[in-house]
């Protein structure tokens, strides 16, 4: 099997796929999403390829996102293989949709507004309680997001945020014990968790400097992070599971290109393995 992992150039989880690739008699290929082109009756986009891992989705303007977003559409309609499929990286790239996704499907996930303007912005705020955390609605890693407690501050980010364009992403913010779950859902089961837990910020991402350990999930929470996953329509997600002060467990983020630096070796699963193999053994879309 010859396998594009689609990403924006070489890093560490294009070469773990490419070695993992190797190892089970496959040949992977790095392929740079913003290097592909397509043509109509000028051939199909990935030709030669049997399959595509999605690994990320390099950042650009609307048109360019659109059109990727295009290619691997084109490319899983010629009998290219693509994990995940299309419709669940539109889904989770765009943290609205996955809200809505999550709560259609009845699962638990803060209350959350999104706003083209700062007026509505401020009256939800104060909706969701006056202490919120505004995200980039395209964003990872616990990048971009900040925290608002103060009337003012909000007005201020609201109103910076409506004048560059952009839309005002809001969930209320979940009171945690300092850690939070990430588990990695593969073909409708969990491989493999951990608990991560913040160092001096209210953020448990590893990221931006969380600790992780190995956790072994109880039943409820495997199955809740299967749901998850399974609401957005992804068949590999790393979804992040995060503790109210009751001990109650909300779906805070469900990632189609999920990492696995930290949880790899935390884990002892060999995940990049298990990806492939599952897309060359398991995966029928």
């Known amino acids: 099997m010859r396998?594009?992992?689609?990403?924006?150039?070489?890093?560490?989880?294009?070469?773990?796929?490419?070695?993992?690739?190797?190892?089970?008699?496959?040949?992977a290929e790095?392929?740079?999403?913003?290097?592909?082109?397509?043509?109509?009756?000028?051939?199909?986009?990935?030709?030669?390829?049997?399959?595509?891992?999605?690994?990320t989705m390099p950042a650009g303007s609307l048109e360019q996102v659109v059109f990727r977003m295009d290619i691997l559409?084109?490319?899983?309609?010629?009998?290219?293989?693509?994990?995940?499929?299309?419709?669940?990286?539109?889904t989770c790239v765009d943290k609205y949709l996955t809200s809505a996704r999550l709560f259609a499907a009845g699962l638990p996930t803060p209350d959350?507004?999104?706003?083209?303007?700062?007026?509505?912005?401020?009256?939800?705020?104060?909706?969701?309680?006056?202490?919120?955390?505004?995200?980039?609605?395209?964003?990872?890693?616990?990048?971009?997001?900040?925290?608002?407690?103060?009337?003012?501050?909000?007005?201020?980010?609201f109103h910076a945020l409506d004048r560059t364009g952009q839309v005002i992403y809001q969930q209320r913010f979940v009171r945690h014990p300092g850690w939070d779950l990430r588990a990695f859902v593969l073909g409708g089961r969990v491989i493999a968790a951990m608990k991560r837990t913040a160092r001096g910020d209210w953020r448990t991402n590893v990221a931006l400097g969380g600790t992780?350990?190995?956790v072994e999930l109880a039943r409820p929470e495997a199955e809740l992070a299967v749901r998850a996953a399974a609401?957005?329509?992804?068949?590999?997600?790393?979804?992040?599971?995060?503790?109210?002060?009751?001990?109650?467990?909300?779906?805070?983020?469900?990632n189609a290109v999920p990492g696995w630096r930290a949880l790899a070796p935390v884990s002892g699963t060999d995940?990049?393995?298990a990806v492939v193999r599952y897309l060359a053994e398991e995966y029928r879309p």
């Open 3 to 27: 396998v594009a992992v689609l990403s924006g150039g070489r890093g560490w989880h294009v070469a773990d796929l490419i070695r993992a690739a190797a190892e089970q008699g496959h040949a």
């Open 30 to 55: 790095a392929v740079d999403f913003r290097t592909v082109a397509a043509g109509v009756g000028l051939g199909q986009p990935l030709a030669g390829f049997d399959a595509a891992l999605v690994r």
């Open 73 to 90: 559409h084109a490319a899983a309609a010629s009998g290219v293989t693509a994990l995940n499929p299309p419709r669940a990286v539109e």
């Open 112 to 157: 959350t507004h999104v706003a083209q303007r700062a007026d509505d912005a401020l009256a939800a705020f104060e909706r969701l309680g006056g202490d919120v955390v505004v995200k980039p609605v395209f964003g990872s890693e616990g990048r971009g997001m900040v925290r608002l407690t103060d009337p003012e501050t909000a007005w201020r980010t």
């Open 212 to 214: 992780a350990e190995r």
């Open 231 to 254: 609401a957005v329509g992804c068949p590999v997600a790393g979804v992040d599971l995060l503790p109210g002060p009751g001990g109650e467990l909300s779906v805070i983020e469900v």
């Open 271 to 273: 995940i990049a393995a």
